[in-house]
């Protein structure tokens, strides 16, 4: 159900937003959709960044990429640059519960906005800074999502083969590092709530990429393996990975032994499970090229959505490669409701993907207009 009211379990809560961009305003849409009440500093004239990336623009000359994290805030222009902006900052942070900024590390504490300034008689602010590369030595560089993935190894482990270094298709270390600050700024708050006293939190879009890469992070610690990129297959699962059908791609993510019998027999090749090149996950991972080319035969027999019916119908892991529209539908079929309407937009928003029992997020603002 959508919902239009504040309902939700940080209501009350006010958000002082001075980020821009990705990584800050997808948290702080976050907390707003779970009902902070999110006030968005911007710069006088232009704005957060992605006011201007575009096209697409929605029918009201609205960037869609800014629209896309900016729902359930307010805005206001402040001139940082000035003593009367400063002024004004220092006004909304002292109002404040929670501050995230995204400057270059260093900025705020230059403006006289930092942490220790700002906490110094509000012992119970939570403030959190997102950076690109840390407060050390990487404390200058620029943090972009591209730049992060091609230096954070994102990119190395992505793509068809490795000469082949390939971006993922959206910006996801700013959404993992936004998604890791709102993470640090709850856990703040609970921390609040027992002692009384707030924190500065602070994390950076390298530290979420190396942990974003999890298992192969792990491969580099644990066993002194450096990853390389696989095009769609898994390098420690098999069959997980994309086959061609009769019209159009099918994942397969097949991650134990009784799937794997299941699928042969689907497949009507039984014979894969009793095969000892076969049984067990190591040995499929040993002898990856005969098995799939054993399985790829077999699924060019019939089309994608023939083989997700069958294969989901008897517990295997499958499904066709969606393009962005045909998975709203898909999510749509199974009663996911994707799409919220937040009033004032003309345009349909993300839901957001957390459910609450006794709290649920609204839908209140549409994405601020751009403060005069």
């Known amino acids: 159900m959508e919902q239009n009211s504040n309902t939700g379990p940080l209501a009350g809560l006010v958000v002082a937003d001075f980020s821009r961009v990705l990584a800050g305003p997808y948290a702080t849409m976050m907390l707003g959709d779970m009902g902070a009440d999110v006030i968005k500093i911007e710069r006088p004239g232009d704005g957060d960044d992605t006011r201007s990336w575009g096209p697409p623009y929605d029918s009201t000359g609205t960037a869609t990429y800014f629209a896309s994290v900016n729902r359930n805030k307010t805005s206001r222009a402040v001139d940082l640059k000035s003593a009367a902006g400063i002024a004004e900052a220092r006004e909304i942070v002292a109002g404040a519960d929670i501050v995230i900024e995204n400057f270059r590390a260093g900025t705020m504490d230059q403006l006289g906005l930092g942490y220790r300034e700002v906490s110094a008689d509000r012992p119970g602010l939570i403030y959190c800074s997102i950076t690109g590369f ?17 230096v954070g190894g994102l990119m190395s482990v992505t793509g068809p083969d490795p000469h082949t270094p390939t971006k993922v298709g959206v910006a996801m270390v700013d959404i993992v590092t936004g998604l890791h600050a709102l993470t640090g700024i709850l856990a703040a708050l609970h921390h609040r709530s027992v002692s009384g006293r707030g924190q500065h939190v602070h994390t950076s879009l390298m530290s979420c990429v190396l942990s974003a890469l999890s298992n192969q992070s792990a491969a580099f610690l644990g066993a002194g393996v450096v990853p390389t990129a696989m095009g769609n297959k898994h390098p420690s699962v098999v069959p997980y990975e994309v086959f061609e059908t009769a019209n159009r791609p099918l994942a397969l993510a097949v991650g134990n032994d009784t799937q794997f019998a299941t ?3 689907v497949c009507g090749l039984d014979w894969l499970a009793n095969d000892d090149r076969f049984v067990g996950n190591s040995n499929r991972v040993q002898n990856r090229d005969a098995l799939i080319d054993e399985l790829t035969a077999a699924f060019r027999t019939r089309s994608a959505d023939e083989w997700h019916r069958t294969l989901s119908s008897r517990g295997v892991p499958a499904g066709p490669v969606n393009t962005i529209d045909e998975a709203f539908a898909f999510a749509e079929s199974i009663g996911l409701n994707p799409r919220v309407n937040v009033p004032g937009t003309v345009t349909q ?8 029992s006794a709290t649920p997020v609204g839908y209140r603002l549409p994405p601020p207009a751009m403060p005069g």
Do not use: C, K, W
């Not at 840390?134 to 091609?150: C, I, K």
């Open 134 to 150: 840390g407060t050390g030595g990487g404390a200058s560089l620029p943090g972009y999502d591209l730049l992060v993935q091609a």
């Open 263 to 265: 699928l042969a027999e």
């Open 349 to 356: 928003g993300v839901r957001n993907p957390i459910d609450f």
